[in-house]
């Protein structure tokens, strides 16, 4: 069976190990019972066959490949708390079942960053048993690499980490030239580590090997891969690459993947964007509607269509309301962007102060956040003090160091700069250069921030 994860690393690819109780049963009816579980997981109707493996269980309760095949439908069904415990009780009953430690290692690591060491664990256990499975050492390569969190600063365990990764990748192609996916892997750590050239080459490796691809992990697979040198292009700011990169993606599996949407709103095509929004609302299994409708209500803002801006703008709130209540502040926020855009700026303020109160309900540690907003609705206004006071307000409420901080600091910088408080302008951009630097993520305003902040400097 194939499925695919999405980590900070962009989407990353596993391979499971298949069911393996077809043929070992002892008795007639048991077999019967795995032969109807086998055809319904081969269906895709896990919990029919979780139903009739149980039913072979009940006859032959030592069977460890009973509860192997029980963890990959949970697994299938993306529960990871139902399946390991099955994957431990194979392993219970047969502490050399390979199948089981790898599976429960792919178990693990859909559990994300706090899952990856156990997933480490098991996947090093499934190689010590067969020094030969590939598969093992690509997903290994995926769960060191997975430690590493995205917006991060480099420490050195992250850097520790990322050495194992590409000592298991290179193992890949030891064992298997042709293992096209231990490419992307590799470029995906490249990106990680901004090295957006050589992360280029391993994609372009992958990509050279579409049906290896494609047998190995399916539609899906490969769109993932594309989507990864989408987003790498993205970083060296090549938008146009980047969509042709995406959009090759939507081929294989027709998802409208967010990075897209970015750039086509990055090169200024908003009626793309819209189309992209527009197939979000069309999928039922899209679980975020609201977000799609204020996201075409920032198109048409930018189009300047704002009769239809503010009818996306009910929408999201009506459908926030009803779904997704504690996310209000995002349509407030939106809605608030968009009437800055028209110059609405008392209705921007109403809006933003509706934002704040969301924010301080359901999300105070974000609460931050708006200030921002507020302070560069102010510095629109060229109400400077007051500006200052929104900018401190949000780096005062700001538990972490982040990208938000990093925009207080710029504004905090103009705001002084326009009061003619050199030295104080000075400090705050020199302190958003930093944090952008440290924080920015190439493709998305990472370079233009600090090159307007360095110039403003050199205006002081």
């Known amino acids: 069976m194939k499925i695919t994860r999405r980590t900070a690393l962009g989407i990353t690819l596993i391979v499971l190990i298949g069911l393996t109780s077809w043929g070992l049963a002892g008795a007639l009816e048991e077999q019967q019972y795995i032969n109807q579980g086998k055809?319904?997981?081969?269906?895709?109707?896990?919990?029919?066959?979780?139903?009739?493996?149980?039913?072979?269980?009940?006859?032959?309760?030592?069977?460890e490949y009973l509860y192997n095949d029980l963890g990959l439908c949970y697994v299938a069904l993306d529960d990871s708390d139902l399946a390991i415990p099955e994957f431990s009780k194979a392993i219970e009953l047969n502490s050399d079942c390979v199948e089981a430690y790898y599976n429960r290692g792919l178990a693990y690591y859909g559990q994300g960053t706090s899952g990856a060491p156990d997933a480490i664990s098991d996947f090093t256990k499934a190689i010590e048993l067969d020094p030969g499975n590939v598969d093992a050492y690509y997903n290994r390569g995926l769960a060191y690499n997975k430690q590493v969190r995205g917006g991060e600063p480099f420490t050195p365990e992250h850097m520790e980490s990322y050495g194992k990764a590409r000592a298991d990748f290179d193992k890949v192609l030891?064992?298997?030239?042709?293992?096209?996916?231990?490419?992307?892997?590799?470029?995906?750590?490249?990106?990680?580590?901004?090295?957006?050239?050589?992360?280029?080459?391993?994609?372009?490796i992958a990509l050279n090997s579409p049906e290896w691809i494609l047998q190995k992990s399916g539609g899906i697979g490969l769109a993932g891969v594309y989507k990864s040198r989408g987003r790498n292009y993205k970083a060296l700011l090549d938008y146009n690459e980047s969509i042709e990169n995406y959009n090759m993606a939507?081929?294989?599996?027709?998802?409208?993947?967010?990075?897209?949407?970015?750039?086509?709103?990055?090169?200024?095509?908003?009626?793309?964007?819209?189309?992209?929004?527009?197939?979000?609302?069309?999928?039922?299994?899209?679980?975020?509607?609201?977000?799609?409708?204020?996201?075409?209500?920032?198109?048409?803002?930018?189009?300047?269509?704002?009769d239809e801006a503010m009818e996306m703008?009910?929408?999201?709130?009506?459908?926030?309301?009803?779904?997704?209540?504690?996310?209000?502040?995002?349509?407030?926020?939106?809605?608030?962007?968009?009437?800055?855009?028209?110059?609405?700026?008392?209705?921007?303020?109403?809006?933003?102060?509706?934002?704040?109160?969301?924010?301080?309900?359901n999300r105070p540690d974000r609460l931050y956040r708006i200030y921002v907003k507020v302070g560069d609705l102010q510095l629109e206004?060229?109400?400077?003090?007051?500006?200052?006071?929104?900018?401190n307000k949000a780096i005062e409420l700001s538990e972490t160091e982040?990208?938000?901080?990093?925009?207080?600091?710029?504004?905090l910088g103009i705001a002084h700069k326009e009061l003619g408080?050199?030295?104080?302008?000075?400090?705050?951009?020199?302190?958003?250069?930093?944090?952008?630097?440290?924080?920015?993520?190439?493709?998305?305003g990472k370079e233009e921030n600090i090159a307007e902040c360095q110039k403003l400097i050199d205006e002081l």
């Open 39 to 63: 055809d319904e997981y081969n269906r895709g109707n896990y919990d029919a066959a979780i139903y009739l493996f149980n039913k072979a269980v009940e006859l032959n309760p030592d069977n």
């Open 174 to 204: 030891e064992l298997d030239p042709e293992y096209a996916l231990a490419h992307a892997a590799i470029g995906a750590a490249l990106y990680r580590h901004d090295d957006y050239e050589n992360a280029t080459a391993e994609y372009d």
């Open 250 to 306: 939507m081929n294989y599996n027709p998802v409208p993947d967010g990075h897209n949407i970015g750039n086509y709103k990055i090169v200024g095509e908003w009626n793309k964007a819209i189309e992209l929004y527009d197939m979000r609302l069309a999928d039922p299994t899209y679980k975020w509607k609201y977000s799609a409708y204020y996201g075409k209500g920032d198109c048409y803002c930018q189009l300047g269509l704002n």
């Open 313 to 361: 703008y009910d929408a999201a709130e009506a459908d926030c309301k009803e779904n997704r209540p504690a996310r209000l502040y995002s349509v407030y926020e939106a809605r608030g962007g968009c009437y800055c855009v028209c110059e609405e700026y008392e209705n921007a303020l109403d809006m933003y102060n509706k934002a704040a109160d969301e924010y301080a309900e």
């Open 381 to 391: 206004l060229e109400d400077y003090d007051e500006a200052i006071v929104s900018y």
């Open 402 to 411: 982040n990208i938000y901080v990093a925009n207080a600091y710029k504004g």
């Open 421 to 444: 408080e050199n030295d104080k302008a000075k400090t705050a951009l020199e302190t958003a250069i930093s944090l952008y630097e440290e924080y920015g993520e190439a493709g998305h």
